[in-house]
């Protein structure tokens, strides 16, 4: 049967959303979506998202996340946005409005504000490497051997596990290199997003992100919420930091442990299609 699809992408990170508000829960299968998310033969995305009804009774409506390889994935910043774009146009929910939506990692609110941004309450960071997961005993900083050299890195829960690398250019060759390495690095027993984190002052970061399960993208948004909280943590960042990825900007606010953190971005349609 034809299944349609709205592609839509957040500051470059591009997604194809699909509608099962009216079908059972379903798992697509794997090399399906591998397919489809093919730029050259499918349809081309960073990750495949549902729209789904609510698991959560406290929660308006659910939705899946799977990368481009197939594999499932806990958590999407950018995805969220956009998520909260589509059901805004498509009436289900209204602006300026508090909406808790129920992800794959748990319950997050959002809220469609003007000009197609989206604010996103992505909870507390977790930096607890049970939560990661990450099989190292606890540190604000860890050192693992890659390579011939030691790499150093902060690592953080966003609903989704993220290794963050504080570097002086994230143009640097090395980083190209380190990235697909320690998203599969064995402390990271499910995988992680590495972030390579620029630092340009207190309020302001550069990132390059390497996905598990989808590779370099152009934007992450939980990427941009771990790198500023790792920074934070380490007393190298404001409150309110703007996140620069190759796609756009982020803004992202966290007033540190105890607290939510806010992400705030834009959220566009691309086209529809059916497949």
């Known amino acids: 049967m034809a299944s349609r699809f709205t592609k839509m992408h957040g500051i470059g990170n591009d997604f194809v959303i699909v509608d099962w508000r009216e079908d059972p829960p379903r798992v697509p299968n794997a090399a399906r979506v591998a397919a489809l998310a093919d730029r050259h033969t499918g349809i081309g995305f960073d990750q495949l998202i549902s729209?789904?009804?609510a698991r959560d009774p406290s929660c308006a409506f659910?939705?899946?996340i799977w990368n481009a390889d197939g594999s499932p994935s806990g958590q999407c910043g950018n995805?969220?946005?956009?998520?909260?774009a589509w059901l805004y146009r498509d009436g289900a929910i209204e602006?300026?409005?508090?909406?808790r939506l129920e992800s794959p990692s748990g319950p997050v609110t959002v809220r469609v504000l003007d000009e197609g941004r989206v604010v996103v309450d992505m909870g507390e960071p977790d930096f607890a490497p049970a939560a990661i997961p990450l099989d190292l005993p606890p540190h604000a900083v860890y050192?693992?051997?890659?390579?011939?050299?030691?790499v150093s890195f902060g690592a953080v829960s966003m609903g989704n596990p993220h290794g963050v690398l504080l570097v002086d250019d994230i143009a640097d060759p090395r980083v190209d290199r380190l990235g697909p390495v320690l998203t599969a690095h064995p402390?990271?027993?499910?995988?992680?997003?590495v972030g390579f984190a620029q630092r340009l002052g207190p309020d302001r970061i550069r990132l390059?992100?390497?996905e598990r399960g989808s590779g370099w993208t152009r934007a992450c948004g939980t990427g941009a919420c771990a790198a500023a909280a790792v920074a934070q943590s380490l007393g190298l960042a404001a409150p309110v930091v703007d996140v620069e990825l190759p796609g756009g900007t982020l803004t992202i606010e966290w007033h540190g442990p105890g607290h939510t953190l806010w992400m705030?971005?834009?959220a566009a349609f691309v086209f529809e299609g059916e497949v």
Do not use: K
Not at 95 to 99: K, L, P
Not at 143 to 150: A, K, L, M, N, S
């Open 95 to 99: 602006r300026d409005t508090d909406v």
């Open 264 to 266: 705030t971005g834009p």
């Open 143 to 150: 050192t693992v051997h890659v390579d011939g050299e030691d």
């Open 51 to 53: 729209i789904e009804s």
């Open 187 to 193: 402390v990271f027993p499910q995988g992680a997003n």
């Open 208 to 210: 390059r992100v390497h």
């Open 79 to 84: 995805g969220v946005r956009c998520v909260a």
């Open 62 to 64: 659910y939705y899946g």
